[in-house]
């Protein structure tokens, strides 16, 4: 017999940016691990890095609506980091490190009025689409990692 795929649906919007098509999404909880064909736990502890290119015009903008977006992003309960990163050689390339005491902790902080408001504005300053990878802490160990 054939194997079940499992169905995954995704809300969002398609986006040009300088005329490529980018998909922009508040809520894609893709934690698919094929090969066991399961969804990360929601008490596992949860590292998302999310790569940015910005327009050069709108660097100083992004840098100032992320760099608020990490201050009020750790004052909430359950995140444990929130790192905003500015590639040495090339000024509009930014990394965004979150980690989360849970799957559930972050899926809150996709709630909160802060990121809402980064969420809406941000887009508009992109050269080109946005990557976010999903992963889980190895060292130091999730009980280890202090705020």
Not at 91 to 110: C, D, N, Q, T, W
Not at 114 to 121: A, G, I, K, L, S
Not at 132 to 146: G, N
Request: glycine fraction near 6%.
């Amino acid at each position: 017999m054939g194997r079940s795929i499992p169905s995954i649906s995704v809300t969002g919007v398609f986006i040009f940016i300088r005329g490529k098509l980018s998909f922009y999404s508040d809520s894609i909880y893709l934690f698919f691990l094929a090969e066991e064909n399961r969804i990360l736990k929601l008490g596992t502890m949860i590292v998302t890095v999310s790569s940015y290119k910005i327009l050069p015009e709108r660097i100083q903008e992004f840098q100032e609506i992320s760099s608020e977006l990490s201050k009020e992003s750790l004052k909430e309960n359950g995140v444990l980091r929130f790192d905003l990163l500015q590639n040495d050689g090339d000024e509009g390339r930014f990394l965004i490190i979150e980690a989360y005491e849970s799957e559930s902790k972050r899926k809150s902080h996709l709630e909160t009025p802060h990121f809402v408001n980064w969420r809406r504005t941000v887009p508009e300053m992109f050269s080109q689409g946005t990557t976010t990878v999903y992963y889980k802490p190895v060292s130091p160990k999730p009980e280890d990692w202090k705020k």
